[in-house]
C-alpha cells in the first residue's frame, strides 16, 4: 500500500507541474517597413556631357568628309 501511495504521490505532483501554467500563445513582434521617400533623381550631370560629346562627334564626322573633297586635287 505504501509503494501505491507513493507512486499516486509522484503522479499527482508531476502532473499538477506539467499543466501549471496553461497554453499561452506566443508573442509574434512584427519590425515596421521603412520606405525610403526620396524622389528618384536623374542624373542630369551626365547629360549635358553627353550632348556636348555628341555634337563633338558630329562636327568631326561632318568635317573630315567635307574637307577631302573640296581641295582641288587631281582631275
Avoid: C
Avoid at 519590425?31 to 556631357?49: F, K, M, Y
Amino acid at each position: 500500500m505504501t509503494k501505491f501511495t507513493a507512486f499516486v504521490a509522484a503522479l499527482g505532483l508531476s502532473a499538477s507541474t506539467a499543466l501549471a501554467g496553461g497554453y499561452v500563445a506566443p508573442i509574434v513582434e512584427v519590425e515596421p517597413v521603412v520606405v525610403d521617400t526620396r524622389p528618384a533623381s536623374t542624373n542630369a550631370g551626365l547629360i549635358i556631357p553627353a550632348l556636348l560629346l555628341l555634337g563633338v562627334i558630329a562636327v568631326i564626322a561632318s568635317d573630315s568628309s567635307s574637307s577631302s573633297s573640296s581641295e582641288g586635287g587631281d582631275p
